[in-house]
């Protein structure tokens, strides 16, 4: 099993920035992609970005490109999502997810965190 617990959720103004962070453990040698989705209320989940675990590569959704950045600290367990240019539509809970192989976007991710709350104030 592995555990995710995310962190640096808050309160922004349109325009600023905030970092998430996500600190996997347990049988995290297991792990080959790390994803971040988000899910605002009433709309369905939505993939933003993931991460290879293995050579560092990141993929992004279209409206999160260039201003988000997705990494993974090579001393440890931990992936980051760099937010900045905050829109209030990007307001929703953020969740890390885990997985074995290389799943991408595929929102059937095997390992979830209990989300973080991003709230964009205009």
């Known amino acids: 099993q592995v555990q995710l617990v995310e962190s640096g959720g808050g309160l922004v103004q349109a325009g600023g920035s905030l970092r998430l962070s996500c600190d996997a453990s347990g049988r995290t040698f297991s792990m080959a992609f790390m994803g971040w989705f988000r899910q605002a209320p009433g709309k369905e989940r939505q993939f933003v970005a993931a991460i290879s675990w293995s050579d560092f590569t990141p993929y992004y959704s279209n409206f999160v490109k260039g201003r988000f950045t997705i990494s993974k600290d090579k001393a440890s367990n931990t992936v980051y999502l760099e937010m900045n240019s905050l829109k209030p539509e990007d307001t929703a809970v953020y969740y890390c997810?885990?997985?074995?192989?290389?799943?991408?976007?595929?929102?059937?991710?095997?390992?979830w965190g209990q989300g973080t709350q991003v709230t964009v104030s205009t």
């Open positions: 997810a885990g997985d074995p192989i290389e799943t991408y976007s595929d929102p059937n991710y095997r390992y």
